[in-house]
């Protein structure tokens, strides 16, 4: 990487000008104060002044800026450089370089927690498994970082390996794992014995809405006569897919009320089209955003009935602005409410009608895909309530 020395007057222009934009049609402009430039001035002249080495303009830019955003306290909003920002965008579109798990920040280590390994990744490959933390990438300390931060750590070409260490049982393991093409398929779906059609949604993500519709419609033609809709595990995405999906499925009402910093409601509706057809939800602790906010609507409508565990309780709305260096800037800009004008921030998450826990060997084999529906007891529930309302509407 190439290191400048410049002066701390031109250093100062380029960081403002990066860090203090404005948002556009908001009520007011984010600048800097007059005393903070003064502090910000005065330190730049000191490192200009009296710094014995060099320094990288453009780690100095980097390090503000997360600083910046960092500083907003706000554990949804954050910034990413301009390889952060590629490799956000293609995983947001379900097909990203990478070694195939899905993680959050555990709370206890500050690593990276596993809760989802795709099937035939480098990860699953390797062994690791849901609930390994992840503590270092090729030796070096992970823990406390951010997860852009995190993300750019692991960033490697198709075909390149990295020593990932995991915290198990408190004991510590290095796997090697190679990188390749993962392809998130957001939708699958089967028949299942009594015409009873099971839709498993993996995220709310690019192509999520037109695949869920397309789903629905082909177990229609091969007789489905109600739904199951699998949501456990699916950690949010776009509004504009979710609200294609609750268009499609409820009757004319509000389907998503966005509420902006000034308190203003912003309501989507959906249209007098819809399905007319029993439906029962899964959802369990890892179930973010979108797919808590699906539940709960759907619940509200009385349109399904819903099982399994208490959600996470997110409800603050992320819009992803980017910026002139070429990365980005994922931040809260409003939150939002469900048709009776709750927050699930607020309740702690969306709570099923009908709680039924998994055990801890029954959870591990769910997240690696290997739980049989016949054994599992959310499913079970799911299977039978459904049985029930169809014969009770015959």
Same mark, same amino acid.
């Given at each position: 990487?190439?290191?400048?020395?410049?002066?701390?007057?031109a250093l100062t222009a380029l960081l403002l000008s990066l860090l203090f934009f404005s948002q556009v049609?908001?009520?007011?402009?984010?600048?800097?104060?007059?005393?903070? /430039?003064?502090?910000?001035?005065?330190?730049?002249?000191?490192?200009?002044?009296?710094?014995?080495?060099?320094?990288?303009?453009?780690?100095?830019?980097?390090?503000?800026?997360?600083?910046?955003?960092?500083?907003?306290?706000?554990?949804?909003?954050? *910034?990413?450089?301009?390889?952060?920002?590629?490799?956000?965008?293609?995983?947001?579109?379900?097909?990203?370089?990478?070694?195939?798990?899905?993680?959050?920040?555990?709370?206890?280590?500050?690593?990276?927690?596993?809760?989802?390994?795709?099937?035939?990744?480098?990860?699953?490959?390797?062994?690791?498994?849901?609930?390994?933390?992840?503590?270092?990438?090729?030796?070096?300390?992970?823990?406390?970082?951010?997860?852009?931060?995190?993300?750019?750590?692991?960033?490697?070409? &198709?075909?390149?390996?990295?020593?990932?260490?995991?915290?198990? +049982?408190?004991?510590? &393991?290095?796997?090697?794992?190679?990188?390749?093409?993962?392809?998130?398929?957001?939708?699958?779906?089967?028949?299942?014995?009594? +015409?009873?059609?099971?839709?498993?949604?993996?995220?709310?993500?690019?192509?999520?809405?037109?695949?869920?519709?397309?789903?629905? +419609?082909?177990?229609?033609?091969?007789?489905?006569?109600?739904?199951?809709?699998?949501?456990? +595990?699916?950690?949010?995405?776009?509004?504009?897919?979710?609200?294609?999906?609750l268009n499609f499925l409820l009757p004319e009402g509000e389907i998503f009320i966005a509420v902006d910093?000034?308190?203003?409601?912003?309501?989507? !509706?959906?249209?007098?089209? !819809?399905?007319?057809?029993?439906a029962v939800v899964l959802v369990n602790r890892y179930s973010f955003s979108g797919a808590e906010f699906?539940?709960?609507?759907?619940?509200?409508?009385?349109?399904? /009935?819903?099982?399994? /565990?208490?959600?996470?309780?997110?409800?603050?709305?992320?819009?992803?602005?980017?910026?002139?260096?070429?990365?980005?800037?994922?931040?809260?800009?409003?939150?939002?409410?469900?048709?009776?004008?709750?927050?699930?921030?607020?309740?702690?998450? *969306?709570?099923?009608?009908?709680?039924?826990?998994?055990?801890?060997?029954?959870?591990?084999?769910?997240?690696?895909?290997?739980?049989?529906?016949?054994?599992?007891?959310?499913?079970?529930?799911?299977?039978?309530?459904?049985?029930?309302?169809?014969?009770?509407?015959?």
């Amino acid at each position: 990487m190439l290191t400048l020395v410049i002066s701390a007057s031109a250093l100062t222009a380029l960081l403002l000008s990066l860090l203090f934009f404005s948002q556009v049609n908001s009520p007011r402009t984010v600048i800097g104060n007059s005393d903070g /430039e003064s502090d910000f001035y005065e330190l730049l002249n000191v490192i200009d002044a009296r710094f014995i080495g060099t320094y990288d303009m453009d780690e100095i830019i980097d390090h503000a800026m997360r600083a910046a955003v960092d500083s907003l306290d706000d554990m949804w909003s954050h *910034y990413m450089s301009p390889e952060e920002y590629a490799d956000f965008l293609a995983t947001a579109n379900n097909r990203y370089a990478g070694i195939g798990v899905s993680v959050m920040i555990d709370e206890e280590t500050l690593g990276l927690k596993v809760f989802g390994v795709y099937e035939d990744s480098g990860a699953y490959k390797a062994g690791i498994t849901v609930d390994d933390v992840i503590v270092a990438v090729d030796g070096e300390d992970i823990t406390g970082l951010t997860l852009p931060e995190i993300r750019y750590k692991l960033r490697r070409q &198709i075909g390149d390996t990295a020593d990932i260490t995991v915290l198990r +049982n408190n004991e510590y &393991i290095v796997f090697t794992v190679l990188y390749s093409i993962v392809f998130t398929n957001p939708v699958s779906f089967e028949m299942l014995p009594g +015409n009873i059609g099971y839709i498993r949604l993996r995220n709310f993500e690019q192509g999520a809405g037109e695949s869920f519709i397309d789903a629905v +419609n082909a177990l229609i033609n091969m007789g489905a006569v109600g739904f199951i809709y699998d949501v456990r +595990n699916n950690n949010g995405g776009r509004v504009t897919e979710v609200t294609q999906i609750l268009n499609f499925l409820l009757p004319e009402g509000e389907i998503f009320i966005a509420v902006d910093r000034s308190g203003v409601e912003n309501i989507t !509706w959906s249209d007098d089209d !819809w399905l007319d057809m029993p439906a029962v939800v899964l959802v369990n602790r890892y179930s973010f955003s979108g797919a808590e906010f699906f539940a709960a609507m759907l619940c509200e409508y009385d349109y399904a /009935e819903t099982i399994g /565990e208490q959600t996470t309780g997110k409800n603050r709305m992320q819009t992803t602005i980017p910026l002139s260096n070429g990365g980005a800037v994922h931040i809260s800009t409003g939150h939002y409410l469900t048709k009776n004008r709750i927050s699930l921030f607020d309740t702690g998450g *969306y709570t099923p009608r009908h709680i039924i826990d998994l055990t801890d060997d029954e959870m591990l084999l769910f997240m690696r895909g290997e739980l049989e529906w016949t054994l599992d007891p959310q499913f079970i529930k799911a299977l039978s309530l459904l049985e029930n309302i169809i014969d009770n509407r015959n």
